[in-house]
Every structure is written in C-alpha cells, then in structure tokens.
C-alpha cells in the first residue's frame, strides 16, 4: 500500500498534486511519501515485536538525508556499505551505536571512520578484511564488533544480478569454512565477535530462501556456541520483495517474514537485525516526467520521455517493470494503446517499456513511474550532462525539495582543464 493515489482525476502524493509539484520543480522528479516510508518501516518493526529487534534501513535503496532522518526518527538504524554512506548518515544524526557496516571491500580508511565516529558492527566479508579491521582498531585503540558474513549456498530465486547467496558470488564466507573463521577472529585481539551475518540477495519473492539460509544460521549458532563464542546478535540482510504489479502473486509480508524469523531463530535468544531497503522505499516513490514528443514509427509508436535511463537505469540494467500511469487519470473505459515508452538518451537501452497499454497521451503531459523510491534516484548519473534530477518529500499537505537540480554551470564547472590545454 501507498499514499499515490488519485482524487477527483488526478494523481496525488498525500495531500498534494503531483502537478503542483512539478509546477514547482519541473520535470523530471523523484517524490517519496512520508506516510508510506513509515509505514513500511513500521511494518518491518511490528513484525518483531515482542524479539529485541532493530531494523537497520539499507540506504543504499534511497540515501537522501531526509529520508534518513525520518526513519531514524521512527526508531531505525542504518547499514552502511561505505564511508560515504557512514558520513551521510552521520550527518542525518543517525548515532554511530546504530549503524552496521556491511559490504565487501571495505578500506582501511573507510573501517578508521567508522571506528573513531562509532559503529554498531562490521559485518566481515573476507578474512585479508577481517585482518585490516583487527590491526585498524589496535592502531585505534578500540575493539570492533564484527560479526561475519556467511554464504549460506541457497539459491535466492531472483534476478541473477542482484542474487549474493550462493557459493559463485563474492559475498560472504562460505558457511562450510565459518568455524575456522571465527577462531581466527576470537584470536585477533582487536576484534570482538558478537553474531552472525547473512544476506542472499534482493527482491526475494518467496520466504523458503530464507528459510533455508536462517535454519543454517540457527544451526551454526549452536555450533558456534559449543566452541566457546557468545553468539549473541544475528544480522538477516534485507532483500524482502515488493509487488512491482497490481497483481495478485505480492511478495510476502513483513508480518509472515517476521513470524519466519521467530520460528526458525527465535529459540536461540539472539537480538535480531534486519537491512530491509527496498521494500521501506520502494513503493514510498515516483518518478515523474513529461512527454516531450509523441512519435509515430514505421511499427509503433513512442512516447519520447524528458526522463532518461540515467535518472532511472533499473529497466536497462535489470530489465525491471515499472507501472507507468498518467498523471491525469485516464477516463473510466477509454482506449488504451500500446506505446514503446523511452527517454532522449542517444542509445536504444534508454527504453523503459516496450509495447506498454497506455491512455491517449500528448506532449507535455505527467507521467510517473511507480515503486521507483528505491534504486531510482541513488543509481542515478549525468550521462549526456543531464543534470541529476530533484527529490521531493512530501508530508501531509506540505513538500520540500530534498535535493535541487543542479545548474548546468554547476555541472560543468566541475570538471578543470589542465594548464598545458
Ligand atoms: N543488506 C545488504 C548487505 C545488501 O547488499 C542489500 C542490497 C540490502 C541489505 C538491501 O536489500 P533490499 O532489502 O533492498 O532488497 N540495485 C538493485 C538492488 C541491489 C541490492 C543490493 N543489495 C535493484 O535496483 O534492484
């Protein structure tokens, strides 16, 4: 469920237009809603109540500040896959006590960041990182709180690039080899091993993936446990799906994930983390953008976009499906025809539909792509010098802009000329 939807035939987020927004900001845009950001997250927190929980927001999915603060303000913590991602979350007010530091190549300067401004946890990848982290936190003075990111072997059932629990991709140890890695680390002096760590990959549709990865955690807890580590705190990943459809085969919900979890980890007494993006910020955001031309081929027909690949990439990369819906409700029965719908980019990828049903459409009318609030705007670049696109936050009956669209000088200004040209 969100909060786009239409009122009296036309597209709103919350309280506002969608074209009183783009009035504003023009187009394209990125808008997330308030109300659905906290809702998802509440869901996620619901869903554990009653374990000791904390649910650390993957900002990879949508890192903006604000966004930030707002989760963090309902009560989430945050994983961090670099230290920009550290910083960025910092300078949201996020304490260092709840940020997890997960990813697999993290630097020595990166894990000095983290150390000096605090951290929850280091969720370790590999033991030449296990190693840095000792030997940057005896440097320091500190002891880190690692957990280790194991490769459970299962089959994560999604779209292969985004697919990190089995034994052919670079993530994680493989569990098989867990028990020598952690006595490596109960030996590193500047290290202490709180849990356990695991995530297999995102846009899960299904829960028996899960299941199979968190019933071999469960099990090497135990073992881990009869060898003298105080296992104390498992870290789940995120990846929990969402519908990208209207249709009826929805992921399931985080109230079925969280009963999963009590089900198959809860007898262990561990304090539970999940990394939940996606779904938090999904479905809290829209892609605007206008119709610039509406061309007509020698076989079909195109709507020509003003926004680009570049502002959303996941259907080049992922081939990912993206409701597109037009701002001005279509009326009730009109004929739909189908349209290649794509951006001004100078490559063919730049498509983000092809033969999509769409209502009569003319140049210079709202679009807005759905479930784009997550992967959008963070995936986004200036290829073709197009200017990163504005994100907007809409609360109630008010919205800010979160982030402005830079100048062209701003862009272009950014780049120096060596002195011999
Ligand atoms: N934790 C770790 C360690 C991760 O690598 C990820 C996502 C998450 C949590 C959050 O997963 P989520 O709940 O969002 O599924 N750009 C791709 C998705 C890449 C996901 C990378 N890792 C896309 O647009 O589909």
């Known amino acids: 469920m969100d909060h786009f939807l239409y009122r009296d035939g036309a597209l709103f987020a919350e309280d506002v237009p969608i074209s009183e927004i783009a009035a504003a900001v023009g187009t394209p845009f990125y808008v997330y809603s308030t109300a659905t950001l906290l809702r998802h997250f509440k869901l996620f927190d619901d869903a554990l109540e009653g374990t000791d929980h904390l649910v650390c927001y993957a900002m990879k999915a949508a890192s903006n500040q604000a966004i930030l603060k707002t989760l963090a303000q309902a009560g989430a ?11 960025r979350a910092k300078a949201a007010g996020v304490p260092g006590a709840r940020i997890v530091f997960s990813g697999v190549g993290k630097t020595a300067d990166e894990i000095r960041t983290a150390l000096t401004g605090g951290i929850r946890q280091f969720n370790v990848e590999s033991e030449p990182e296990m190693q840095v982290i000792n030997a940057v936190a005896l440097e320091l003075g500190k002891v880190a709180p690692i957990t280790v990111r194991v490769n459970p072997d299962v089959d994560a059932k999604t779209h292969a690039k985004i697919a990190t629990g089995k034994s052919e991709n670079k993530f994680g140890i493989p569990i098989s080899r867990a ?93 539970i983390e999940i990394e939940p993006g996606r779904l938090i910020a999904g479905n809290a955001g829209l892609m605007v953008s206008k119709v610039i031309y509406v061309k007509s081929g020698e076989d079909r027909d195109f709507l020509i976009l003003d926004g680009a690949m570049n502002d959303l990439i996941r259907p080049a990369m992922y081939e990912a499906h993206h409701d597109i819906v037009a701002v001005e409700e279509p009326a009730v029965g009109v004929e739909q025809r189908p349209y290649d719908i794509v951006g001004p980019v100078c490559e063919s990828g730049d498509t983000f539909a092809k033969q999509r049903n769409m209502p009569p459409l003319k140049s210079g009318d709202l679009i807005a792509f759905r479930s784009a609030g997550a992967y959008g705007a963070v995936m986004s670049s200036e290829y073709n010098t197009r200017p990163l696109i504005p994100e907007v936050l809409v609360n109630g009956d008010q919205f800010a802009v979160i982030r402005e669209r830079p100048s062209f000088d701003e862009i272009i200004n950014r780049d120096t000329i060596p002195e011999w040209l």
């Open 77 to 87: 913590g945050m994983d961090v896959v670099s230290g920009g991602e550290y910083m």
């Open 179 to 271: 028990r020598e890695v952690y006595a490596l680390a109960a030996s590193l002096p500047g290290l202490e091993v709180i849990g356990i760590d695991v995530h297999i990959g995102s846009q899960l549709t299904e829960l028996e993936p899960f299941e199979l990865a968190y019933n071999k955690v469960a099990e090497l807890t135990e073992r881990l446990r009869s060898e003298g580590h105080n296992i104390r705190r498992l870290d789940l990943g995120g990846g929990l799906g969402i519908p990208y459809t209207r249709s009826n085969d929805a992921p399931p919900l985080p109230v079925e994930y969280g009963a999963m979890i009590k089900k198959t980890l809860g007898h262990l007494g561990c304090e």
